[in-house]
């Protein structure tokens, strides 16, 4: 996908303001994550591994999935991304 310094990018996650996933929702997202991940195995679309690390990161940091979908928004700076959302921009100078 792209190259990403995870480190910088937890740290941005952690100051966002949000409502981390219970137990309950983390168990579910990441059978739902390993699902997807499966998918794309499936069709020829496997995952490098900073995209694994990237999505791992962030199942870590248990955020919610519609809050993921804006970050890698922001992250590759497409025109739906939300300018307010606190997220450098991939390739972007910090």
């Given at each position: 996908m792209m190259s990403i310094d995870l480190d910088a990018l937890r740290n941005e996650i952690r100051a966002l303001d949000f409502v981390r996933g219970g137990p309950a929702e983390d168990a579910m997202?990441?059978?739902d994550d390993e699902d997807a991940r499966a998918n794309l195995v499936i069709e020829g679309m496997a995952l490098t591994p900073e995209d694994d690390a990237l999505f791992d990161m962030m199942r870590d940091e248990r955020v919610p999935p519609t809050l993921a979908t804006a970050i890698l928004l922001k992250l590759l700076s497409h025109p739906d991304a939300d300018p307010a959302l606190a997220i450098t921009p991939a390739?972007?100078?910090?």
């Open positions: 997202w990441r059978e390739g972007a100078s910090c």
